[in-house]
């Protein structure tokens, strides 16, 4: 038997297409994987080349897979509160939220950006999962007089330290007053698009959401590929080096269904985003609730891990987790791992006991080049306090 070790992607109608599916393919995309259903571009060739473009320039990324669950109506801020354990009673209109999406279990079935458009109208732009089916599933149980639905929107994700310099010249210089995990409504050569300061690498980035994506992807593409072409604009995929190094999770692998706040080391200390105080009564919040009395029996760590580089997460190299053992007992799994150019060493993070999680514990990971030692270290690897995605404010908020 022949194990074919890249048997490639099948490219047929059934997936779903992005709005920059055909433009973003024209750079080369070497490698597709699929995302709430629709293809989705994970590098172009060399990851550790984009990282370091990333780092250095300014990318765009096609993102148009973060489909948008769009909450509007009369009872849409009371579903969308009882939706996530964040209180949004603290979410001003054009601010950005990342919330979790909770299960009665407390589990996470979600980690959106929520983007609060207007008193009564939520964007939430997913991660991985069907949330459209589980938000109207809960809306239609519950009674409430609202609209749930998947508009035609597609983000794409500008991104590095000279994103400012390409957003300046897509839409002035009023773009550099918004803040970090702020949203504006903006016109651009005819498009209607939301522009948020977000982003999934712990840099200074933007996302442009844009309206009527299906008929204006290809002229949304063409637009800011002009306007970055003086300073070095690069087409990459999703940065995970720069992820992993940030400290920013990823749906399905750090964290699911069947994994709760607190385990992946939200709600204790970081109470703005499980909010057990609040009036709302959010789904989870009973669980969550008792859990955080009795406690968690496992913990999502940073690690660093010996031995010959892992890869760059989205390359093919990780192709699952990696056991994660004390001594020759099995006790956890990386989730996600990545060699960081920077450092110069492998980095990752690793469900483990409760008892493994102390700085300094020693642990066995086995890679794809067999067992390595590992030792548990702080999270995020750099920039801890998001100084990089925040240097444009002077009140920075958090996330």
Request: with cysteine; aromatic share 10%; glycine share 10%.
């Amino acid at each position: 038997m022949t194990v074919i070790s890249d048997p490639g992607i099948l490219l047929y109608p059934r997936i779903r297409k992005s709005p920059y599916f055909y433009a973003s393919r024209k750079h080369g995309v070497a490698l597709y994987s699929v995302y709430n259903h629709t293809y989705h571009p994970r590098h172009y060739g060399d990851p550790v080349e984009e990282y370091w473009h990333l780092l250095n320039h300014v990318t765009m990324w096609d993102v148009g897979v973060e489909k948008q669950v769009e909450i509007t109506g009369p009872d849409a801020f009371d579903f969308t509160n009882m939706l996530v354990p964040r209180d949004l009673s603290k979410c001003k209109i054009g601010q950005c939220k990342y919330v979790f999406v909770t299960n009665a279990d407390g589990g996470i079935i979600n980690d959106p950006v929520l983007l609060r458009l207007g008193e009564n109208h939520f964007w939430l732009s997913l991660a991985d999962s069907d949330v459209l089916l589980w938000a109207q599933g809960l809306a239609h149980n519950a009674g409430m007089d609202v609209q749930i639905t998947e508009p035609d929107v597609g983000p794409v994700q500008i991104q590095g330290p000279k994103s400012k310099d390409v957003m300046v010249d897509l839409f002035g210089d009023s773009i550099l007053e918004v803040p970090y995990y702020y949203a504006v409504e903006r016109e651009l050569n005819g498009m209607d698009v939301v522009v948020s300061r977000t982003g999934y690498t712990a840099e200074l980035g933007y996302e442009i959401y844009l309206r009527n994506a299906s008929r204006d992807g290809a002229k949304l593409w063409d637009t800011v590929l002009e306007a970055g072409e003086p300073h070095q604009l690069r087409v990459i995929g999703p940065c995970h080096i720069r992820r992993i190094e940030g400290g920013i999770l990823a749906l399905g692998d750090d964290m699911w269904y069947d994994t709760n706040p607190f385990e992946v080391g939200y709600g204790f200390e970081s109470t703005w985003m499980v909010d057990l105080d609040q009036e709302a009564d959010f789904v989870g919040k009973d669980a969550l609730r008792r859990i955080k009395e009795q406690g968690i029996s496992r913990k999502l760590v940073g690690v660093e891990i010996g031995g010959p580089s892992v890869g760059s997460y989205n390359d093919g190299a990780m192709i699952d987790v990696f056991p994660t053992y004390d001594g020759d007992r099995r006790i956890g799994q990386v989730t996600s791992a990545c060699y960081s150019p920077r450092l110069e060493r492998n980095i990752g993070y690793a469900m483990v006991p409760i008892a493994h999680e102390q700085l300094g514990t020693e642990l066995v990971v086995e890679t794809q080049h067999g067992r390595q030692g590992a030792v548990v270290v702080e999270k995020p690897f750099i920039d801890p306090e998001k100084n990089k995605p925040k240097q444009l404010d002077q009140n920075p908020v958090s996330a």
